[in-house]
């Protein structure tokens, strides 16, 4: 079993930054890799960005690239999220997520992620 849990989400302007962190314990030498989605209620959960947790590679969704930094510390065994130039339509509950087969690896599939955290709200103001 992994457990995840997220902090850092908030209140921000548009325009300004947050950076979210994902702390992940128990079995964490069987991850692959690590991701955020995001959740707006009544909305389908969509891929924000993943990174390889034992090796080097990331992938972003199309709507966050150039704005969102998806980075890990393997010896803090924690995700983060840098999310800079923040639009109002970033506002979603953000979830991160662990993927234990290698065969996904950097998938953007919810489905392919066997454990999840409980989620942090990130509202950007216009």
């Known amino acids: 079993q992994v457990q995840l849990v997220e902090s850092g989400g908030g209140l921000v302007q548009a325009g300004g930054s947050l950076r979210l962190s994902c702390a992940a314990s128990?079995?964490?030498?069987?991850?692959?890799?690590m991701a955020w989605f995001r959740q707006v209620p009544g909305q389908e959960r969509l891929f924000v960005a993943a990174v390889a947790w034992q090796r080097v590679g990331t992938f972003y969704g199309e709507s966050v690239k150039g704005r969102f930094t998806i980075s890990r510390d393997i010896a803090k065994n924690t995700m983060y999220l840098q999310m800079n130039s923040l639009k109002p339509e970033d506002t979603a509950v953000y979830y991160c997520?662990?993927?234990?087969?290698?065969?996904?690896?950097?998938?953007?599939?919810?489905?392919?992620?066997?454990?999840w955290g409980q989620g942090t709200q990130v509202t950007v103001s216009s």
């Open positions: 128990g079995r964490t030498f069987s991850i692959d890799t």
């Open positions: 997520a662990a993927d234990t087969s290698i065969s996904t690896l950097l998938s953007a599939r919810p489905n392919h992620y066997d454990y």
